[in-house]
């Protein structure tokens, strides 16, 4: 079945390639419901989005604006994806007038803010005028739509594998969406389930986002998205994406993945090369290792491998880290952008044996990895 992707140009104003850019990095790695023509960021106007995210160039430009990227673009996008994801909750007063702008052009609006477009009356009105839609990806489901935690999540009856990671915006939904790609590939049946606006944004049709939701439900929402997922799609194995960290003070909600998806294993994300937690500048990172002890002393659950983010890191002290941690912590260690994702369906297949009896090794080495740096 051919699946219809929209076109998009993506906002993301002085931030791409920045921990606030997340959202617009996410879309251009991966989406399955966008095609993303463009990127706005004034600041690297001319260059190519793919190349800035440290990969190969992939064609999609990035423009100083909007009237440069209808400019320049063949045709009109479908879609105005707001692709920031700030602490902020509201818009500028410059970001609005943009908004309204894309609506002028005819684009549909996609916001991924805790600011809800759609029950903005300016925007209602601008959406009416030229017949657009607004998507506010963070709007919870109604009140009665919503679940609390029943217990039903001791019937999955296969591997469900969170992600979480040692702080913010460090690679956790990019590494989840690498090694899904990678089982599925492989021809295991994996689902990812979504906690956040970007994963959602790009196509996964299991999850809710989590920091949108009145904090009774969060854990009943993650427990009834992995049995959805579960119970309709028949997988081998379920991922859920991390929000945040356990021990990260300013955020609840790696700790209600934890109790709502009750995972048989954690693969931990973190960035070697941050001193502080992103928008964070006087809280210092915690180590590796701090973080395990946290993440075990609270779950049942065990860290099987941990993945690295390379920011501000160049290759060769990767793979220093990535030797020195397997000795320290006696765990699978990787990069999933710079090294695939072997090590880590390797370490899958040697945990539960039914996956390893899926898994031809001389596969698992074909493995492509997403990008040299």
């Known amino acids: 079945m051919t699946i ?25 790695r991966h989406s399955e419901i966008y095609t993303i023509v463009g990127v706005i960021d004034s600041s690297l106007a001319g260059k190519d989005a793919g190349k800035e995210l440290g990969g190969k160039k992939n064609g999609i430009p990035i423009f100083a604006n909007l009237d ?48 809800f477009f759609s029950e ?8 009416d005028k030229h017949n657009i839609e607004i998507k506010d990806i963070r709007k919870p489901p109604k009140l009665e739509d919503l679940h609390v935690f029943t217990g039903q999540i001791s019937k999955v009856n296969i591997p469900v594998i969170a992600i979480l990671g040692t702080d913010c915006a460090c690679g956790k939904m990019t590494t989840a969406i690498e090694l899904n790609k990678a089982l599925n590939n492989l021809g295991i049946k994996s689902i990812l389930v979504a906690t956040g606006q970007t994963s959602l944004m790009q196509g996964a049709r299991y999850g809710v986002s989590i920091d949108a939701l009145i904090s009774q439900f969060v ?14 799609e028949s ?3 379920i991922l859920v994406e991390g929000q945040s960290a356990v021990s990260h003070p300013a955020f609840m ?61 160049a290759n060769e002290e990767i793979l220093t880290i ?52």
């Open 68 to 115: 440069e990227a209808l400019a320049k673009l063949s045709e009109m996008p479908n879609c105005y994806i707001y692709g920031k994801a700030p602490l902020e909750a509201c818009l500028s007063p410059e970001e609005r007038f943009l908004i309204l702008e894309a609506m002028e052009k005819g684009m549909d609006i996609i916001n991924g803010l805790h600011e």
């Open 253 to 313: 909600s790696s700790l209600g993945i934890l109790k709502g998806s009750m995972p048989d294993g954690i693969i931990l994300q973190h960035p070697p090369g941050r001193e502080f937690r992103c928008d964070f500048p006087h809280l210092i990172m915690p180590t590796v290792e701090s973080e395990i002890q946290l993440i075990e002393a609270i779950s049942q659950s065990s860290v099987m491998a941990i993945t690295l983010s390379h920011e501000n890191l």
């Open 219 to 232: 854990i009943g929402e993650i427990e009834n998205s992995v049995i959805q997922a579960f119970e309709k």
């Open 120 to 127: 903005d009356q300016e925007f209602v009105n601008m959406a």
């Open 4 to 28: 219809f992707k929209k076109t998009a140009l993506v906002y993301c104003e002085n931030q791409f390639g920045l921990v606030d850019g997340k959202t617009a990095a996410g879309l251009i």
């Open 322 to 373: 990535i030797e020195d941690y397997e000795k320290q912590f006696k765990l699978p260690t990787t990069d999933v952008l710079s090294h695939g994702c072997q090590k880590l369906v390797q370490t899958l297949a040697h945990h539960f044996p039914k996956l390893s009896q899926k898994i031809k090794q001389e596969n698992v080495e074909k493995l492509p990895v997403l990008a040299k740096r």
């Open 235 to 237: 997988p081998d194995i």
